[in-house]
C-alpha cells in the first residue's frame, strides 16, 4: 500500500544528519507506484529525493520567453508530390535545423490526428490504471522487452525527475503482443508501425541534407531499432523544486517526440533554453548522440529538458531510433563520405549497445556522453 512508503514529506530533512537518501531512494522503488502514486497519496511537499537545483519561477519564465527564437517548422505536405524543386526545399530546411538546433518540429508528416491523439490517450490509461494491474510490469530489467518504472538512473543522479515511464522495444525483436498492457496495446502496435514509416522517411532527408545518397543511413542499419518511451508527468505541487526530466541528450540516432498540449519541453540554443510549444498534428524531432557521431559534427544533437508544472499529467511518447540494449555489434564512426584530410574523424567507433551502457551508467547528469568518445 502507499502509506506504507515513508518518504520525508518536508525539504528540509535533506540537510538533516539522519536523512538516508538510499533507504528513500530503495523505499520510493519497492513500492512500485511511481511518482504518480506519491501525488495519489496527497503529498503537498515533493519528497526531498526529487528537490534539484533549478532555476526560479522567474527565471523559468524568462528562459521559456526568448523573442525572436523559434524551433524550426517543417511541412512535409509536399514532399510526395514527385516535385525535385519541393523535395530539396524540404531538405535544405532539414539542413539547416539539424546543423543549428539539432530540433525541428514536423507538420503534415502522414500520421493522422486520430493515431495521435489515441496513442495520448493509451498512455494515460495505462499510467492512470491502479497500481495493482501496473505493479505486474514494473521492473528495472534492461533485457525486458516492455517494462514500467520511474527514473530509469533512479540510483544514478542526485535528484530523481517526477516522471513515470512506460519502455517499450518494438523492433528489431517486436515484442509478443500479449506482453503489450490490454488498455493500450492496439494503438502502440499501430502507431509503432506509422512512426517507423516516418522514421525511414527522415534518415532519407537526413542522408540527402549530408550530401549522401537518400538511402545511405538506411543501409547503415540506423532505423534497425526502434523503442517507445511513454513518459507520464503528474501535476507537481512544487514544481520550481524539481524537473520533469533533467538536460540531457538522447543516446540514439534520433528521436520522435509527440507530445501533448500541456508544454514544457526546452531546448538549449544559443546559451537559452527555448520552449518547443505543442502544435496540434506535429510531431518533434530531435538529432541524437548517434547521428552527431557518424555525421562528425555536421549535424547536432541537443541538450534539452522538461520543466515540472502545476498542470497535468502532461503525456509524451519518444521514439528512439536505435538497437539500444539488443545485441547488435555493428560499429558506428564518422561516416567516410564526410571526411577529408581538412575534416579529420572526430570520434572512435563504438557500437550502439557499448554507447547506451556508458550514458545509463551515469545518468542523466547534463554532461554529454559523446565526450567519453572523442578522439
Known sequence: MLNTVHLPLNPAQND???YDREKELRAFDESRAGVKGLVDAGIQKIPPIFVTDVPSSDERSRSS????????????????????????????????????????QLVN??????????????????HEQPKEVKVEYYSRDN???????????????????????????????????????????????????????????????????????????????????????????????????????????DPDFFTVLLQDHIGGLQVHYQEKWVDVPPLTGALVVNLGDLLQLISNDKFKSSKHRVLANKTGPRISVACFFTTHFQPFNRLYGPIKELLSDSRPPLYRETTVLDFVTYYNSRGLDGTPALSHFRL
Open 16 to 18: 538533516q544528519l539522519n
Open 65 to 104: 520567453d526568448v523573442s525572436g527564437l523559434h524551433v524550426p517548422v517543417i511541412d512535409l505536405k509536399k514532399l510526395h508530390q514527385h516535385s525535385l524543386g519541393q523535395r530539396k526545399k524540404i531538405v535544405e530546411e532539414i539542413r539547416q535545423a539539424s546543423e543549428t538546433w539539432g530540433f525541428f
Open 109 to 126: 508528416h502522414g500520421i493522422s490526428n486520430d493515431v495521435l491523439t489515441e496513442m495520448i490517450e493509451g498512455v494515460r490509461r495505462f
Open 143 to 249: 533485457t525486458k522487452n516492455v517494462k514500467f518504472n520511474s527514473n530509469f538512473d533512479l540510483y544514478q543522479r542526485k535528484a530523481a525527475n517526477w516522471r513515470d515511464t512506460l519502455f517499450c522495444v518494438m523492433s528489431p525483436v517486436a515484442p509478443d503482443p500479449r506482453e503489450l498492457p490490454p488498455v493500450c496495446r492496439e494503438i502502440i502496435t499501430e502507431y509503432s508501425a506509422q512512426v517507423k514509416r516516418l522514421g525511414l522517411t527522415i534518415l532519407e532527408l537526413l542522408a540527402e541534407a549530408l550530401g549522401l545518397r537518400s538511402g545511405h543511413l538506411i543501409e547503415m542499419e540506423c532505423a534497425k531499432g526502434h523503442s517507445l518511451v511513454c513518459h507520464y508527468f503528474p501535476a507537481c505541487p512544487e514544481p520550481d523544486r524539481t524537473l520533469g526530466i533533467t538536460p540531457h541528450s
